[in-house]
T-cell receptor, first 115, second 112 residues
Framework: DADVTQTPRNRITKTGKRIMLECSQT?????MYWYRQDPGLGLRLIYY???????NKGEISDGYSVSRQAQAKFSLSLESAIPNQTALYFC??????????????FGPGTRLTVT | GENVEQHPSTLSVQEGDSAVIKCTYS??????FPWYKQELGKRPQLIID?????GEKKDQRIAVTLNKTAKHFSLHITETQPEDSAVYFC???????????FGSGTRLSIRP
């Protein structure tokens, strides 16, 4: 889905470095999410935002922070990267269709390796 | 909080046969249940979803059934084809929580 983009697509960094992952969307959705995917653990929610002034922690927010710079942009930061943050990170957006169907649309993912 | 369990973790079926993946959820107030398909190296993509006021929904070879009393829902794929090989994720969402909790995924392989 080209309407949700993530940069970078791949990143290798060292322990202790600060790193930012960026997400942009042209879908016009208010809601944006950051997930982490590890083998065998599915997708786990890190942070989510319902609009520019609304930021909420997900189930695994420790060690991460986010910034919603505009309706279309939602960034995830690792303040001091550690090896167990090596994972595949997905950004997603969601519309609220008015029918209660909170369909989520995912970006292509960022593969992050912390050495 | 919500917890979603998904079974089996791997499933292998003969091409043309049916595949069934099952999920259970813990929060009786959950009211939205999507299924996502993730091909190798790709992003998850929504394939079908259902609201709690509906017991079954069908889209060509794919169907989802929901049993609210038992708090479980299932994905059914009929006449499986090689392109159905992927990892499938179920999820549940409580509207007031406004966040989706995913199951751990099922790796479906279609044998030729």
């Amino acid at each position: 889905d080209a309407d949700v983009t993530q940069t970078p697509r791949n990143r290798i960094t060292k322990t202790g470095k600060r790193i930012m992952l960026e997400c942009s969307q042209t879908k016009g959705h208010d809601r944006m999410y950051w997930y982490r995917q590890d083998p065998g653990l599915g997708l786990r929610l890190i942070y989510y935002s319902f609009d520019v002034k609304d930021i909420n922690k997900g189930e695994i927010s420790d060690g991460y922070s986010v910034s919603r710079q505009a309706q279309a942009k939602f960034s995830l930061s690792l303040e001091s990267a550690i090896p167990n943050q090596t994972a595949l990170y997905f950004c997603a957006t969601s519309d609220t269709t008015g029918t209660g169907l909170y369909r989520q649309y995912f970006g292509p993912g960022t593969r992050l390796t912390v050495t | 909080g919500e917890n979603v369990e998904q079974h089996p973790s791997t499933l292998s079926v003969q091409e043309g046969d049916s595949a069934v993946i099952k999920c259970t959820y813990s929060d009786s107030a959950s009211n939205y249940f999507p299924w996502y398909k993730q091909e190798l190296g790709k992003r998850p993509q929504l394939i079908i979803d259902i609201r709690s006021n509906v017991g079954e929904k069908k889209d060509q070879r794919i169907a989802v059934t929901l049993n609210k009393t038992a708090k479980h829902f299932s994905l059914h794929i009929t006449e499986t084809q090689p392109e159905d090989s992927a990892v499938y994720f179920c999820a549940a969402m409580h509207s007031s929580a406004s966040k989706i909790i995913f199951g751990s995924g099922t790796r479906l392989s279609i044998r030729p």
